[in-house]
């Protein structure tokens, strides 16, 4: 049973041109994780919510914006992708607590063109 | 700032084997460290999580350990086989506001031979 859902599992949009990511879940977790995975390089966190309070990284380039409806959907939004972001975009949920393991989505290749 | 490290960032071994994958991390004030397996083009696996007041866990062959006090937490593989190819990665929480924040380290890529 799928438990985090990424559509699409791959998207290829032009220099510039704005692209929504998107991820859900099945497990009712209440903390949602946004990571973006660079070849050959570890996942880095982007943001996350914990309900619905949105926490961003200090380094997280304005272009990375996200949205989160409800507690099953999240959207990442690049506003105006660059060749640089290019990359995996990896969803992740949670329970709240330090005692609780992450679990992952199958990630969204970004190929921009 | 966090660093994570993991070393050897590539294996190869032949089928059977045991074997070991290390992570260290600079800040020992974690709250929990977690082992995942990435297959190529995949998202990541969870394997295995450990609490900062553990010092081990285990999961059918798969065993990790924690020493916070060194910085340092082991991945032990028993009588590997060619589905256990992947790569590895580590990643450490220092944060208890709710959830986890993530640190990883590169990986290991492992590949068993037949």
């Known amino acids: 049973d799928a438990m985090v859902i990424q559509n699409p599992r791959y998207q290829v949009t032009q220099f510039g041109k704005p692209v929504t990511l998107s991820c859900s879940q099945t497990?009712?977790?209440?903390?949602m994780y946004w990571y973006q995975q660079k070849s050959s390089q570890a996942p880095k966190l982007l943001f996350h919510?914990?309900?619905?309070?949105?926490?961003n990284e200090a380094d997280t380039p304005d272009n990375f914006q996200s949205r989160r409806p409800n507690t099953s959907f999240c959207f990442l939004d690049i506003r105006s992708p660059g060749l640089g972001d290019a990359a995996m975009y990896l969803c992740?949920?949670?329970?709240?607590?330090?005692?609780?393991?992450?679990?992952f989505g199958p990630g969204t290749r970004l190929t921009v063109t | 700032k966090q660093e994570v490290t993991q070393i050897p960032a590539a294996l190869s071994v032949p089928e059977g084997e045991n074997l070991v994958l290390n992570c260290s991390f600079t800040?020992?004030?974690?709250?929990?460290l977690q082992w995942f397996r990435q297959d190529p083009g995949k998202g990541l696996t969870s394997l295995l999580l450990?609490?900062?007041?553990?010092r081990e866990q285990t999961s059918g062959r798969l065993n990790a350990s924690l020493d916070k006090s060194s910085g340092r937490s082991t991945l032990y593989i028993a009588a590997s086989q060619p589905g256990d190819s992947a790569t590895y990665l580590c990643?450490?929480?220092?944060?208890?506001?709710?959830?986890?924040?993530?640190?990883f380290g590169t990986g290991t890529q492992l590949k068993v031979e037949l």
């Open positions: 992740a949920t949670s329970r709240d607590g330090t005692v609780y393991e992450q679990y």
């Open positions: 497990l009712n977790h209440n903390v």
């Open positions: 919510y914990y309900d619905k309070d949105f926490n």
């Open positions: 800040d020992s004030a974690i709250y929990n």
């Open positions: 450990i609490q900062s007041s553990q």
């Open positions: 990643a450490v929480n220092l944060w208890a506001g709710g959830g986890n924040k993530l640190t």
